[in-house]
């Protein structure tokens, strides 16, 4: 049932507050600063709660965005903290008359749920909650009343993220009308072959004369890191002067650096670290490799290297395969395949024309679906139907 908030001829427009218990920097966080930033720039009333100490917290606060850092959301159970944070909530949304709140992880979710799911009224706040991940929800008494009681509707930042739901919607907790996909954006003017160069990237990485393929993100076993190097081999004796570049940090860094400095990648891997400049990390790029074998909704970093026109060979996990059209600028192969990976890596090296952007409309189509601004348009259409207000 959707609610209908009224409003007052001096706030026509329904008041915002997004809350995100995660404590890290995450493609998660940077989509909901987004949609927060994209809501005060159009005079949207958006205030975002977090943790003082959380990364999303201390970004929006140096934008100058309205920021309540009073919560902990501290992780399991601790009575008195979850007490203070329900309390929080209950006092923001009463001083604020908050007519949406946007939930983002699980820890502030169970937090609204003990605010608003026990007394819900029809002149309540509309509950949003959106689920950034493929994690497979609980279908119990429990989270079936979470679900239907505390939880007025659902984003999804991918189609493929109704699969973890399965229970839950079997079980009549969910439905389709209670759901909406709102895939994650891409900043389609930072991430523009016409401004940037890769030039400075190559030189400092020695690529130049290489042919170069790139894996960007967090150096974790479920990124993909290892299947990528356990097929170069057999792309080197089709193009010897393939080099791997590594953009990012993780907990696996360490060991990988060991092991291919010992061995025979070891002239044809760079490590480039922790990058500020992906956009110029990715137009000194030929090719993105995105080998993940799971979490990734709706992942980012596909979306950035079509809006750089660089074709992309990416796992099918999560919503990759709403966002690359197999063999159209891109290739999508099943998640742990190193075979997969070798063949659709092959067939980009055999082309003659490997090292023209594609042409596949794939930038045309990140700037019409997945920019920035398309994500906050959508996110407004939602709120708007939810609530029945705004101009």
Known sequence: M??????????????????????FWCGESNRVLVVCRGLHERGWPVLLGAPASSAIAQRALAEGLPVDTGFAFRRGF??????????RLRRLRRENRCDVIHLHTSVDMWVAALAFGFSRRQNGPVV?????????????????????????????????????LDGLIRRGALNEERMTVIHSSVNIHRFDP????????RRELGLEGKCCIGLVGRISKEKGHDLLLAALPALLKLEPNL????????????????????????????????????PEVMAAMDLLVVP?????????????AMAMNKPVVAADVG????IIRHGVGGWVIPPGDVPALEAALAEWLRRPDRRQAPDSG???????EFSDERLVDNNIALYRRLTGGGR
């Open 2 to 23: 959707v609610k209908q908030v009224t409003h007052t001829a001096e706030s026509p427009l329904p008041k915002i507050l997004h809350v995100s218990g995660r404590s």
């Open 78 to 87: 601790r009575p008195l903290s979850i007490l203070r944070d329900v309390l």
């Open 128 to 164: 949003i909650r959106t689920r950034h991940s493929d994690h497979h929800s609980k279908s119990d008494p429990v989270h079936q009343w979470l679900y239907r009681r505390a939880v007025d509707h659902v984003v999804l930042a991918a189609g493929a993220l109704r699969k973890p």
């Open 194 to 201: 016409a401004r940037v160069s890769g030039d400075a990237v």
């Open 243 to 278: 080099v791997c570049v590594f953009a990012g940090e993780g907990d696996q860094e360490e060991r990988l650096r060991r092991e291919t400095a010992s061995g025979p990648l070891r002239d044809h891997v760079r490590f480039a670290g922790f990058r500020s400049d992906i």
């Open 292 to 304: 993940s074998l799971r979490v990734e909704a709706s992942p980012g970093v596909v979306k950035e």
């Open 319 to 322: 919503g990759v395969s709403e």
């Open 362 to 368: 794939a930038r045309e189509r990140v700037m019409r």
